[in-house]
């Protein structure tokens, strides 16, 4: 456990490195090492007024400037979805097609063996299907 005994506001956003060596207690050569970084960050309840004192800045800086009223009425154009994509449709097709198409082993079949698909690669199809 480390802590942080000099908590003071000028110290936040400030980072420490703390290093962490790890050796067998017989033998001075460390096994491993690691580079902490730390940064010490307010409380929440301190965020949250600063957060407040920075939204009324932000606000004040706003109503002031006339570029903000400008782009505040101009609407946005955005484009309706239609639907499902061509190539998602194209896919649910596929996938049901290898669903109809015969397990490898079964005989007695019209399709040629080579579009016999194995149990896993059925499952697949399914699994995208779903």
Do not use: W
Not at 1 to 21: E, P, T
Not at 84 to 96: A, D, E, I, K, M
């Amino acid at each position: 456990v480390i802590r942080h005994r000099d908590v003071r506001a000028s110290y936040y956003g400030v980072i420490d490195k703390f290093r962490l060596q790890v050796s067998e207690q017989s033998q001075r050569k460390a096994l491993g090492k690691k580079e902490i970084i730390a940064t010490l960050l307010p409380s929440a309840k301190e965020q949250q007024q600063q957060k407040e004192e920075e939204e009324k800045r932000i606000k004040e800086h706003l109503s002031e400037s006339v570029f903000f009223e400008q782009t505040l009425c101009q609407p946005e154009n955005r484009t309706a979805s239609s639907g499902p994509s061509l190539l998602t449709v194209f896919l649910g097709v596929v996938c049901v097609a290898a669903l109809m198409l015969p397990t490898l082993g079964e005989m007695e079949s019209l399709v040629p063996l080579y579009l016999h698909l194995s149990v896993n690669q059925k499952l697949v199809a399914a699994y995208v299907l779903g």
